[in-house]
């Protein structure tokens, strides 16, 4: 039996990475929390333990099978346990997790500290939280459970050797219980209790191997002193016993995963209910992206060492999970972030920004300052009101919208974007709100008659996340235009980088408008453009005008 201490708290909850997101919330800390835990801090992730202090094995006097580590009371493995981990710089909270739900990309978990509730935020998850044993129905079995009420030869087998072992026979594992249990003693005794009769085979098995069979069923398991003294059976008489074996239903604790879409499966031993378990693949991944299991959540069978090598395993992958985001999100940055767009607006980046009439102008500008066509065809008929210009670089369609009497915010990653923008409505004395935002990660500022968005490209994975909140954005009646440049212009001639990656025609984002809006525009549009050669070429823009119902 393995998995979740019982220990005090090694600092207060109430200030644990309150403030920050953590690479990894762990939840349980026994040999299978606490080693992937050790895994993690050890790659320098941070990561919090939260440990109810319920563990399977709290009637268990100690840990056996572990190499170097054989006779150790739970107890005092799982503290120097917490120790290894908080010298890499983890965090061990004794306490109970309420709630858990996704925020995005990330896992919102809430603990209970005694009283305290408290929501730190995480990138991964490890459920460690063990199993719980439901026991036969016998008076005074679960008293004894533990010390004289026994269910594993390998974690107690030694310590009743040449003992009087009794085996409770409520299923098929009684068997394959007696046969190893036959190891350490001589003296067993089968006693059927609610399964089915044996047969002739498996009889004459017990029969050479010495081991009677006793009709049931037990009325109750009689103790002396607070030591097992034996079974009454149905009819009366008592059987005497230093130790007696069940095969108790083995559950998952995993209800606090169901949020997450994460509910235990039966695993059966022919037509017998065994007990529950997480489905987790050798590295520990489930199918719920970016939770993973480990332990008896997952292995029932798994004792502490074995929980604690598949909470490392855990560990590791989370690790590598973690490490290939990183890198996806650094060349993120790279590409598309703000150091990228002011090195490209600087003249410094080698990026090219995807609007038309590009070439940096003799005043240092990107852009020729102009709107964009689609901008001006689309939106001359509308009368002026609020309006959100995302991605609006130096503010060519912003200024245009100011001067046709709209109340513009304009927002942008780039602050030399933004800068020349706002110098440049000083110059025409025009008024446009400029808002530092990057829109995958903030929601707009406000709610408009108008959003608008010119070659504003990013990765799938961003895209969905920011058109999402540029339709949030509009107000009831309100339109929304984006315009970008079409997939099949990756091979017009127009230097257009990652476009097969970054594109979408309007098809597409028409598709992910959410109930309430009707689609007034949605087309591919020609234009030409000038390909790097200064030749003539015809490219197309992904056009989309919706307004949403008032």
Not at 301 to 318: E, P, T
Not at 443 to 459: E, K, N, Q, R
Not at 504 to 529: F, I, K, M, N, Y
């Amino acid at each position: 039996m393995t998995d979740t201490h019982d220990a005090e708290p090694t600092r207060n909850a109430s200030s644990a990475h309150t403030h920050e997101t953590l690479d990894a919330v762990v939840i349980g800390g026994g040999a299978a929390g606490l080693s992937g835990a050790l895994a993690l801090a050890r790659s320098r992730r941070s990561v919090l333990v939260l440990d109810a202090g319920e563990p399977r094995n709290a009637v268990a006097a100690h840990v056996h099978n572990f190499l170097t580590r054989d006779g150790t009371p739970p107890a005092a493995l799982y503290a120097a346990g917490r120790e290894d981990l908080e010298g890499y710089g983890g965090s061990v909270v004794t306490a109970r997790v309420t709630d858990l739900s996704r925020d995005g990309e990330d896992f919102l978990v809430t603990f209970d500290d005694g009283g305290t509730r408290t929501t730190v935020r995480a990138r991964r998850l490890l459920a460690a939280t063990g199993s719980h044993d439901e026991l036969p129905d016998v008076p005074g079995l679960a008293e004894q459970w533990g010390s004289g009420v026994l269910h594993c030869p390998y974690c107690h087998g030694w310590e009743v050797r040449d003992q009087r072992i009794g085996v409770l026979a409520t299923g098929p594992m009684a068997a394959h219980q007696a046969l190893l249990f036959r190891q350490v003693s001589e003296h067993v005794t089968m006693i059927r209790h609610g399964a089915a009769p044996f047969g002739d085979a498996q009889s004459a098995q017990f029969a050479a191997l010495g081991i009677p069979v006793v009709e049931g069923p037990v009325a109750a398991v009689e103790s002396d002193s607070g030591a097992l003294a034996g079974v009454q059976l149905a009819d009366g008489s008592v059987l005497g016993l230093d130790a007696l074996v069940v095969a108790p239903v083995t559950r998952a604790r995993a209800g606090v995963l169901a949020p997450l879409g994460l509910e235990p499966r039966d695993f059966l031993a022919g037509d017998t209910l065994m007990g529950t378990v997480i489905d987790a693949d050798p590295t520990g991944k489930t199918a719920v992206p970016g939770v993973y299991a480990a332990g008896n959540i997952t292995d029932p069978s798994a004792q502490v060492i074995a929980s604690a090598s598949a909470g490392l395993m855990a560990g590791a992958a989370i690790n590598a999970d973690l490490a290939a985001a990183d890198a996806a999100d650094a060349l993120y940055e790279y590409r598309y972030g703000q150091r990228a767009w002011d090195d490209r607006y600087s003249g410094s980046g080698g990026h090219e920004h995807g609007h038309s009439h590009a070439g940096h102008a003799s005043d240092g500008r990107m852009w020729s300052g102009r709107p964009n066509a689609v901008v001006v065809d689309e939106l001359s008929d509308l009368r002026p009101g609020s309006a959100f210009d995302a991605g609006a670089g130096e503010g060519g369609d912003a200024l245009w919208l100011a001067e046709r009497g709209w109340k513009v915010t304009a927002a942008d990653l780039s602050t030399v974007a933004l800068e020349r923008g706002e110098r440049t409505a000083a110059h025409r004395g025009l008024t446009v709100d400029w808002r530092h935002l990057d829109l995958t990660r903030e929601a707009a500022p406000g709610s408009f008659d108008l959003v608008t968005a010119s070659y504003l490209h990013i990765p799938a994975d961003k895209r969905a996340a920011l058109f999402s909140r540029l339709t949030a954005a509009v107000a009831p009646g309100g339109t929304l235009l984006i315009v970008g440049h079409h997939p099949s212009d990756a091979d017009s001639g127009v230097r257009r980088p990652d476009l097969a990656d970054i594109g979408w025609t309007a098809e597409d984002l028409a598709e992910s408008l959410p109930d309430g809006w009707a689609v007034d525009t949605c087309v591919s549009r020609a234009r030409t453009e000038h390909g790097p050669d200064g030749g003539e070429c015809t490219v197309h823009d992904a056009v989309l005008r919706a307004h949403r119902a008032s």
